[in-house]
């Protein structure tokens, strides 16, 4: 467990004062950098979809949001088993998910829906979390 000080992480405390230490226990997939990336990219991707048109909510709207989703729950998933072959396993399905978005995303920017500076932002962040994420999956096959 790690102390957390800060403005983010103040409580009032029995008293009502604000300022108190707590602890948070970090999991263990919070330490991996290939699911903060991950992460980051599927809160992004929320984020630049809601200005999709109405029509693309149950079309390219929800498939890309499922698809950087499951790159990171499947990290989080793949982290909880019991064996490297496991995590590999879950790892090689979101290595095919951030592929997904990757054309998801040159979809959407030729399709007009995309601006080029939110597609370059976050084919970059795409390209940056299956990296990693390979460089993850390459370290637990050794």
Same mark, same amino acid.
């Given at each position: ?18 300022? /108190?230490?707590?602890? #948070? ?6 330490? +991996?950098?290939?699911w903060? =990336?991950?992460? =980051? ?7 630049v979809t809601?200005?999709?048109?109405d029509?693309?909510?149950?079309g ?9 989703f499951?790159?990171a729950?499947?990290i989080v ?5 019991? /064996? ?8 090689? #399905? *979101?290595l *095919? /998910?951030?592929? =997904?978005?990757g ?12 601006p080029?500076?939110?597609?370059? /932002? ?13 460089q993850?999956?390459?370290? +637990?096959?050794?």
């Amino acid at each position: 467990m790690i102390a957390v000080e800060g403005a983010a992480a103040r409580e009032n405390d029995a008293t009502g004062r604000a300022g /108190s230490r707590r602890l #948070i226990a970090m999991s263990p997939y919070e330490r +991996l950098h290939a699911w903060r =990336e991950c992460h =980051e990219l599927a809160l992004e991707i929320y984020r630049v979809t809601k200005r999709f048109p109405d029509d693309e909510r149950y079309g390219l709207t929800s498939q890309t949001r499922r698809a950087a989703f499951s790159a990171a729950v499947n990290i989080v998933e793949g982290s909880a088993r019991r /064996s490297r072959k496991e995590f590999r396993r879950f790892l090689d #399905i *979101s290595l *095919s /998910s951030l592929s =997904e978005v990757g054309y998801a995303l040159r979809f959407a920017r030729e399709a007009g829906l995309l601006p080029e500076e939110d597609w370059s /932002s976050l084919n970059d962040r795409q390209g940056r979390a299956r990296f990693l994420t390979w460089q993850l999956y390459q370290a +637990l096959g050794r």
